[in-house]
Every structure is written in structure tokens, then in C-alpha cells.
């Protein structure tokens, strides 16, 4: 099944956490999921949300497994010729989402301990020397790249100084029709 749900109460919740006997502990299973969600469906969620009376904390634990979300804006174009927005597609591996009896929401990935890196053998060590120093031939190389890298730098000195000038016209250009904009 692509969600699971599982409210544990009473006593039998002790396990999870003290406050989970009075108020339940709520566990979420998420797997193999995939959506597409409108941007406005998103934003206009504020409202559903708002309560004036404050609840109870639920602890809860939220686990999402190889799930795949695509965000598209469904909002008016400002510009009727552009192509519109890309979607956004959030792809999740594993990430498990963690409400403790302080009313904290933690985000952890996947599992709670860190993976240490694997022992590097003795042949693929790099001795300290070699990255400190560089090896003999080396500086006459770099000594004849200089001037080659100066004339690459000054082709981008140019390049920029050309898109500097192409964005201050398209601004002036812009500014003729709307006065008021702002970039």
C-alpha cells in the first residue's frame, strides 16, 4: 500500500513516548508515492490550517519511502509570450519526519546514525608532502599558462562588460513602456 496509518493510545503507547498514553501516538507510512500538486493548492492551505484555539501535541512519526512529488504553477503568466514555469519534481529516498511531546518537528534522513566512511588502504593514501608541495615540473608549466589564462581573462572581461551593457538597455527598453519597474 502506498500509505499506512497506525494510532497507537493508552497504555500500550508508553513505549513511544510518556505523553503518547494520554494524547496517542500517530505513525505514518509513506511508500512508493507519487503526485502532481498545483502551487495554489499549496498556498492556499494557510487558511485550513489556522486555529484559534491551540491543540494538543501528537506525537507522531512520519516516514516517507521512495516518493516522488511534482510542484506546478498553476498561477496567472505575467508575460502571456513566455513559456511558463518548469515544474518542480521532489524526489525523496527515505526521510522520516519526528513530532516528540515537545511539539518540535525533526527532520532526519534515512536511519538515525550517520555512515562512516570505509578505511582507506595504505596504497591509496596520499602522502602529505605531495599535496603540500607541487612536484618539480609543475611550476614551469604554470609560469607558461599565465599568459594565456591573462588573455582568457580579459575575452571575460569583455563578455561581461557586453552583457552589462545589453542588460542596462533591455532595463531602458523595459522603462519606456513601464516606468515603475523595478528589478
Sequence with gaps: P???LRL???PAAAVRSPLAVQNGFLHVLVHSYTAELFMSSLTNLGPFLEDEIIPEVIPMEIEVVDAK???KDD???VYPTSPGPVPVTLAVDHIVVKRRDDGVFYLTGEG???EKPESVSEEQK?????LAAPA????GLQLKEVPELQRELQTMKIALAEANMDKARLLQEIRKYNPLFQL
Excluded at 126 to 130: L, T
Design 2 to 4: 502506498e500509505v499506512c
Design 8 to 10: 497507537e493510545a493508552g
Design 69 to 71: 512529488i511534482t510542484l
Design 75 to 77: 498561477s496567472p503568466r
Design 112 to 114: 538515525s546514525q550517520r
Design 126 to 130: 596520499v602522502p602529505e608532502r605531495a
Design 136 to 139: 618539480p615540473g609543475t611550476r
